[in-house]
């Protein structure tokens, strides 16, 4: 078992950044794929960012591409989205995911994760 645990989550203006981060423990002596995802209220959830293990393999959805940046620093067992330009349609919950088998373009759907953690809200002000 894995448990991921997102923070960095908060109340943002508009043009503002936020760095959100995924800890996990646990079973985590296995190479994970990790992933951001969201949902706002009323929408489906979407996909954000997605990294492998290695991090040789990066995915941002067209919607966060130039704004956003996933990373991941192994040894902390840590992810990171650093959100830049923040904009009001950016708000949300966004859940933090992990697989242990997950990659390619599997990598960007939330049905390929097994692991969740319980998500943070992003509020950005207009």
């Known amino acids: 078992q894995v448990q991921l645990v997102e923070s960095g989550g908060g109340l943002v203006q508009a043009g503002g950044s936020l760095r959100l981060s995924c800890a996990a423990s646990?079973?985590?002596?296995?190479?994970?794929?990790m992933g951001w995802f969201r949902q706002a209220p009323g929408k489906e959830q979407e996909f954000v960012a997605a990294?492998?293990?290695?991090?040789?393999?990066?995915f941002h959805a067209d919607s966060v591409k130039g704004r956003f940046t996933i990373s991941r620093d192994n040894a902390k067992n840590t992810v990171y989205l650093q959100m830049n330009s923040l904009k009001p349609e950016d708000t949300a919950v966004y859940y933090c995911?992990?697989?242990?088998?997950?990659?390619?373009?599997?990598?960007?759907?939330?049905?390929?994760?097994?692991?969740w953690g319980q998500g943070t809200q992003v509020t950005v002000s207009s």
């Open positions: 990294i492998s293990w290695s991090g040789g393999d990066e």
């Open positions: 646990g079973r985590t002596n296995s190479a994970y794929t």
């Open positions: 995911a992990a697989d242990p088998l997950t990659s390619g373009v599997d990598m960007l759907y939330p049905a390929e994760y097994e692991y």
